[in-house]
């Protein structure tokens, strides 16, 4: 049976989340968290640049959940024939990259609210993923906490 299906029956050591992608993930929100508190210490030309990181880095962040996505799709289409990566798969996976680019040319404020309302959006996509077996089992216990620090971070920003 492939390593990816049927997750609902994961054992409990298919659900840990592997020590590299929790520590590089922690480390993935030190920008988000440093970037959203530092706007009430810092004076008008430094926050305005304080803002505009976050919104960037949410962008790029966005782009890369999007791109897990579709490695996800390549990697298991072997399993299935050179017909075999979907359309579906390929098309959400892109959507984020399309969003985060949206985002960095509205007005800054908007930006900001699509990529809090992005990240959480893209949860319910990957944990749908891991569900169906397109995600590995430990990927909902990754992504909840970081996509709760993402956007109180995100939101953090915007009322700073």
Known sequence: ???????????????????AAKYMGAAGIIPFVTLAISGPFLSDPFKNSAFLALIAYGAVILSFLGGIHWGLSIATSRDRGTGGVSFRR?????????????????????????????????????????????????????????????IA????????
């Open 90 to 150: 390929l098309g959400v996976s892109v959507l984020p990259a399309l969003i985060g680019w949206g985002a960095l040319i509205v007005e800054p404020t908007v930006g900001i609210f699509i990529l809090a309302i992005s990240f959480g959006l893209v949860l319910i996509v990957d944990l749908d993923a891991s569900r169906k077996g397109e995600a590995p089992a430990w990927y909902p216990s990754l992504r909840w906490p970081l996509t709760l620090g993402v």
């Open 153 to 160: 971070s995100l939101l953090t920003g915007a009322f700073a």
């Open 1 to 19: 049976m492939n390593a990816l299906r049927d997750t609902q029956g994961a054992s409990e050591e298919a659900r840990r989340v592997p020590h």
